[in-house]
Each structure stands twice: as structure tokens, then as C-alpha cells.
């Protein structure tokens, strides 16, 4: 059975750099049939998805975020990195990493299967 | 503010049905059938229990089934047991790989 599990400092100063990482046990990152995510759920806006990517470098992420936010995962380590720069307390939230099922009839997806427990991120000085 | 609109809680006698209500606009939940209704106990991961509308994964139990009218989309829960408490989200594609907007959760609890 998939599991994943993220991992992340809990506490980051503003203006700095987030960094998390999601370890996959039970399956591989490397496949073809699903893409992986990022979902995060605030207090002020709720759920959001914020990025997604596929075993070949395809990534996409929301406009929101696109300047600062950077993912990609690590074949040998089987594993997912978020990387969120220039942090203000906006990003203080639950950090979900998610499995989303590719869909049969085109190259997109349309709900996730899979979620990780979260780790709790706050943006404090 | 969630884009969707779910009520915040909802409750029920072990046995009886409830259903949470989750609006959109004719941007999401109006114009796609690909709506998911997810399941979180706080301290746990979320979990899948409805997609594409009304398609239940395996291991989900028939007492959960959804449907779609209009710009509401539902979530029913026939014969409430006391592991279905916690809280409930929905979630509808809005056009692009991350325009997906969510509800703000409904926090079911059998009385």
C-alpha cells in the first residue's frame, strides 16, 4: 500500500526558504501512471493545489506561487521536494504531498488517490 | 474564503442518512464532471472517498455515494456509523492542471 510521508522544518523566519520533502514507500515515483502534488491548506484560503509533476520533468504549478515555488523528485532517494522561496507568513499552512491517478482518456488528472499526513509549516520571526 | 461552498457541520443518529451540499459555479462543478469528495480525520491522511462525480474506489463502502445537479454537487453517507465522523471536503477540476478549487469542509458527527 502507497504511503507519504512529508518531513520539514515546522518553523521557517520570513523571507526565507521553505524546504520539504515527501518519502514514498509502497511505490515509485518514477511512474507513468500518475502525477505527484503539492497541496497545502491554510487558515485563510483553504485547500490549495499548488503544483504537480510527472515522472518526466513535466511541472506545473499555480500562478500564485510560480516565481517562487519549485518542485522535483529524486528517483534514487524515491522521494518528492517542495521548495518555497521568500516566505512570508501567507505561507504558514499544512503541507500535503498527494498521488494523482493520470487519466485514461487524456494526459491530465482530476482527483488524488493518495494523500500524505502533512507537516505543519509556520512562517514566525 | 474556499471557492465552494459546504455547510460547516452536519450531524445524524447512527443508521440515518446525511448529505453535504457543496456549490460551485458553472466554471467548475457546473461545467465538469470531476468532482471528489474526501474524508480527514485530524492526525490522519485524507482520504478518497468519491471521484468523477459518483465513482466509489475500491474498499469505499456503498453507503457512500455522490451525485451531481446544476452547480451542487452531494455527498451521502446512508446509515452513519460512528467512524464516518470527521470532517469532509470537496474538490472540482476548474480547468487547468492546478485551477481546482476545494470547499471549506463539513465536520460530520454522529450524535
Known amino acids: 500500500q502507497l504511503q507519504l510521508q512529508e518531513s520539514g522544518p515546522g518553523l521557517v523566519r520570513p523571507s526565507g526558504t521553505l524546504s520539504l520533502t515527501c518519502a514514498v514507500s509502497?511505490?515509485?515515483?518514477?511512474?507513468?501512471?500518475?502525477?505527484w502534488g503539492w497541496i497545502r491548506q491554510s487558515p485563510g484560503k483553504g485547500l490549495e493545489l499548488i503544483a504537480t509533476l510527472y515522472s518526466d520533468g513535466t511541472t506545473h504549478y499555480t500562478a500564485s506561487l510560480r516565481s517562487r515555488l519549485t518542485v522535483s523528485m529524486d528517483t534514487s532517494k524515491n522521494q518528492l521536494s517542495l521548495r518555497l522561496t521568500s516566505v512570508t507568513v501567507a505561507d504558514t499552512a499544512v503541507y500535503y504531498c498527494?498521488?494523482?491517478?493520470?487519466?485514461?482518456?487524456?494526459?491530465?488528472?482530476?482527483?488524488?488517490?493518495?494523500w500524505g499526513k502533512g507537516t505543519s509549516v509556520a512562517v514566525s520571526s | 474564503q474556499s471557492a465552494l461552498t459546504q455547510p460547516r457541520s452536519v450531524s445524524g443518529s447512527p443508521g440515518q442518512s446525511v448529505t453535504i451540499s457543496c456549490t460551485g459555479t458553472?466554471?467548475?462543478?457546473?461545467?465538469?464532471?470531476?468532482v471528489s469528495w474526501y474524508h480527514h480525520h485530524p492526525g490522519k491522511a485524507p482520504k478518497l472517498l468519491i471521484y468523477d462525480v459518483f465513482k466509489r474506489p475500491s474498499g469505499v463502502p456503498d453507503r457512500f455515494s455522490g451525485s451531481k445537479s446544476g452547480n451542487t454537487a452531494s455527498l451521502t453517507i446512508s446509515g452513519l456509523q460512528a467512524e464516518d465522523d470527521g470532517d469532509y471536503y470537496c474538490c472540482s477540476y476548474a480547468g487547468n492542471y492546478t485551477s481546482w478549487v476545494f470547499g471549506g469542509g463539513t465536520t460530520v458527527t454522529a450524535l
Open positions: 498527494v498521488r494523482l491517478p493520470l487519466s485514461g482518456f487524456d494526459y491530465s488528472y482530476y482527483y488524488i488517490d493518495v
Open positions: 509502497g511505490g515509485f515515483v518514477a511512474t507513468r501512471s500518475f502525477y
Open positions: 458553472s466554471n467548475d462543478v457546473g461545467r465538469y464532471n470531476f
